[in-house]
């Protein structure tokens, strides 16, 4: 079962969430991704083939790291009695860090720590990547071409690319004023999250 559809509220959340991250990452990184590998690895190989080698080695590092916190994620949500809070949890804890080191302008330590906690925001959701938006496309896309295994509707996939829209706006409206206080910001809401999974009969088997 598709488990963003289980807690559809949840994971659009968290789309929101990671759309403002990427846009924290984007304006940090100067044009290159904490969520869109597809487009980082483009930027990778034509910087490569114009020899600037600083910005091919820095997309590419942020794939592995990426791919880093998604493991990372995966194996804490398999470990942990109650995977899903500890994720939200953990997720908070590796934002406040990241805001601290960017607010001492360590960007060396905090921009890959913030690469990290976006890799986490998508184990969340097993099979669910909420900055995945091209296979959520994808996906609303063969249901208006008619795919008979998409009739159960893709409300919550249209959903969670709004959200997703809708943090890239508030990260690219506050990040300029707020700085790294906005990592605090979504740190709560995180923390929040876990709490209400912690705390809500129907969310507390997850």
Aim: charged content about 10%.
């Amino acid at each position: 079962m598709d488990k963003g559809r289980d807690h559809p509220a949840a994971a659009v959340l968290l789309a929101a969430v990671a759309g403002c991250a990427d846009a924290i990452g984007f304006l940090s990184l100067d044009g290159l991704f904490l969520s869109f590998m597809t487009g980082n690895v483009t930027r990778a190989g034509i910087a490569a083939q114009a020899h600037y080698w600083n910005v091919a080695g820095l997309a590419i590092g942020i794939v592995f790291l990426f791919v880093g916190g998604v493991a990372a994620g995966t194996l804490v949500g398999l470990r942990m009695r109650r995977g899903r809070a500890g994720l939200l949890l953990l997720m908070a804890a590796v934002l406040i860090a990241a805001s601290a080191w960017l607010a001492m302008r360590t960007d060396r330590i905090g921009v890959p720590t913030l690469v990290m906690a976006v890799g986490l925001l998508n184990t969340v959701f097993p099979g669910v990547g909420v900055t995945y938006l091209t296979g959520t496309l994808v996906r609303v896309g063969e249901a208006i071409g008619g795919d008979p295994m998409r009739r159960g509707g893709v409300g919550p996939e249209i959903a969670l690319c709004v959200a997703f829209a809708c943090g890239v706006l508030a990260g690219a409206m506050w990040w300029p004023v707020y700085g790294a206080l906005l990592l605090w910001a979504l740190a709560g809401v995180l923390a929040l999250a876990a709490l209400a999974h912690l705390l809500v009969p129907g969310l507390r088997s997850s």
